[in-house]
T-cell receptor, first 111, second 113 residues
Framework: SQQGEEDPQALSIQEGENATMNCSYK?????LQWYRQNSGRGLVHLIL?????REKHSGRLRVTLDTSKKSSSLLITASRAADTASYFCATDANYGNKLVFGAGTILRVKS | DAGVIQSPRHEVTEMGQEVTLRCKPISGHDYLFWYRQTMMRGLELLIY????????DSGMPEDRFSAKMPNASFSTLKIQPSEPRDSAVYFCASSGPGGHEQYFGPGTRLTVT
């Protein structure tokens, strides 16, 4: 079964707007990661946040983690058409390098 | 570095045929992962290796699937015999020592008719 569940399943916004995606998971984790997948391509790692961190930034990306609620959010600011993709959260299920991916959020940025 | 390399990129085969998917991880990476992605089931981990040794194959759907990693630079995923329900995109990914980020290949789109 999937460890992470993203919300919403799909999101459509105008270029320049912010996009927020949420992820909930079930068990304790060491870290949580976000990946992007463009249509027909492999996944690309975006950012990793450790369980003892609450917030992390990378360029236009901001990730938060609330371990008490077992949830994370990914914020993309000032979105661009090139941000159109599927976004997945992945958790490490507390051991090894094995990741469990959520179902993903499909983001469409309209120009 | 060229990144993770997978071949073939597309494979169309008939039910009952043997299919072999190939992967070359990033040089120096010691973890290799095989995933399957479908609309219905999302992205599923099939098996992963550490230093060429299979660590967890609990995601392999059935005995028709097998994976090998004869050396640090090459892995195969074999399906024999193939069935229409095996149609999916198969991804290989690798990660380095102490690294948690995984680097994905472009995938192999398998269609079994």
């Amino acid at each position: 079964s999937q460890q992470g569940e993203e919300d919403p399943q799909a999101l459509s916004i105008q270029e320049g707007e912010n996009a927020t995606m949420n992820c909930s998971y079930k068990t304790s984790i060491n870290n949580l990661q976000w990946y992007r997948q463009n249509s027909g391509r492999g996944l690309v790692h975006l950012i990793l946040i450790r369980s003892n961190e609450r917030e992390k930034h990378s360029g236009r990306l901001r990730v938060t983690l609330d371990t008490s609620k077992k949830s994370s959010s990914l914020l993309i600011t000032a979105s661009r058409a090139a941000d159109t993709a599927s976004y997945f959260c992945a958790t490490d299920a507390n051991y090894g390098n094995k990741l469990v991916f959520g179902a993903g959020t499909i983001l469409r940025v309209k120009s | 570095d060229a990144g993770v390399i997978q071949s073939p990129r597309h494979e169309v085969t008939e039910m009952g045929q043997e299919v072999t998917l190939r992967c070359k991880p990033i040089s120096g990476h010691d973890y290799l992962f095989w995933y399957r992605q479908t609309m219905m089931r999302g992205l599923e981990l099939l098996i992963y290796f550490n230093n060429n040794v299979p660590i967890d194959d609990s995601g392999m759907p059935e005995d028709r699937f097998s994976a090998k990693m004869p050396n640090a630079s090459f892995s195969t995923l074999k399906i024999q015999p193939s069935e229409p329900r095996d149609s999916a995109v198969y991804f290989c990914a690798s990660s380095g020592p102490g690294g948690h980020e995984q680097y994905f290949g472009p995938g192999t789109r398998l269609t079994v008719t």
